[in-house]
Nanobody, 123 residues
Framework: QVQLVESGGGLVQAGGSLRLSCAAS????????MGWYRQTPGKQRELVAT???????NYADSVKGRFTISGDNAKNTVYLQMNSLKPEDTGVYYC?????????????????WGQGTQVTVSA
C-alpha cells in the first residue's frame, strides 16, 4: 500500500502564509508527478499546482505568483508554499501522487490521494 500524509493546514488572515507538506510512503514506488488540489462544499475538486519528478511545474491561474510547489525526491515529499493568501483560497487541500508500483512482472501507474487538510483564510 501507498499512503500520502498531509500536514500544514490551518486558519490564517488574508495576506498570511502557510506551507503544506505531503509525504508518500509504503510499498516500493517511483514518483512520476505530485500535486495539490482543493475543494469547497458544492464545488468540484480543482487543480492548484503540480510538479513532475524532473521539476516541471504547473499552476492554476488563480495562484500564479503567490503559490510555489516544490519537491524533495529523496524524502518522497512535496510542498506547497502559499503566500498572500486570500479568502478565495479557503478549502480542503488534497495531495495527489502519480506513482508507478509493481503488479506482477509489470509496472502499474496509478493515482493516489491524501486525506486532505483544511485551509481557512479569514477576511
Amino acid at each position: 500500500q501507498v499512503q500520502l500524509v498531509e500536514s500544514g493546514g490551518g486558519l490564517v488572515q488574508a495576506g498570511g502564509s502557510l506551507r503544506l507538506s505531503c509525504a508518500a510512503s509504503g510499498s516500493p514506488f517511483s514518483i512520476n508527478a505530485m500535486g495539490w488540489y482543493r475543494q469547497t462544499p458544492g464545488k468540484q475538486r480543482e487543480l492548484v499546482a503540480t510538479i513532475t519528478s524532473g521539476g516541471t511545474t504547473n499552476y492554476a491561474d488563480s495562484v500564479k505568483g503567490r503559490f510555489t510547489i516544490s519537491g524533495d525526491n529523496a524524502k518522497n515529499t512535496v510542498y506547497l508554499q502559499m503566500n498572500s493568501l486570500k479568502p478565495e483560497d479557503t478549502g480542503v487541500y488534497y495531495c495527489n501522487a502519480d506513482l508507478t508500483t509493481s503488479r506482477g512482472s509489470l509496472g502499474y501507474r496509478g493515482s493516489y490521494w491524501g486525506q486532505g487538510t483544511q485551509v481557512t483564510v479569514s477576511a
